[in-house]
């Protein structure tokens, strides 16, 4: 019978990636609920959404479908197995909001860079749940 010794930092390093994952699986249940409830928003409508989505020269009907395309993108992004695909539906969603803000002449800070902040965000929780990420963006060697 063969028993391998685990080492002190053989434990550290288990607690440390255990714990990384933990977070990155929090983070994106919170960036889920923001986009499950924009998805809310452009499916169901409501006045303040409608005048918003006027304001960025869309329409309501354009307004759904943008809504079923980030549902289809948030269930592939939460699905373990699919989650960079998602996330990389979910960037290009990200893309088109920073275009429309900008076309708007929203301000840049606080409402044309959101969509940015929050896709680094989501790559972020990616990251966490998926260490391995790192070496596909050249941050670590495989």
Not at 2 to 29: C, E, K, N, Q
Not at 61 to 67: E, H, K, L, P, R
Not at 92 to 106: C, E, I, K, R
Request: proline residues 4%.
């Amino acid at each position: 019978m063969t028993t391998t010794a685990t080492t002190p930092a053989d434990t550290t390093t288990t607690t440390r990636r255990s714990r990384a994952h933990t977070i990155g699986v929090v983070l994106s249940m919170l960036l889920g609920a923001f986009l499950l409830f924009d998805i809310l928003g452009k499916l169901f409508q409501p006045e303040s959404v409608v005048e918003g989505t006027e304001k960025l020269g869309f329409s309501t009907t354009q307004a759904t479908v943008m809504g079923i395309v980030l549902a289809g993108c948030l269930v592939v992004w939460a699905i373990p197995r699919t989650a960079v695909l998602g996330a990389i539906g979910i960037t290009a969603y990200l893309g088109g909001a920073v275009t429309a803000n900008w076309n708007d002449d929203a301000p840049l800070v606080s409402t044309t860079l959101f969509a940015v902040y929050f896709g680094v965000a989501l790559w972020i929780a990616m990251v966490l749940r998926r260490p391995a990420l790192l070496a596909v963006f050249g941050l670590r060697k495989s």
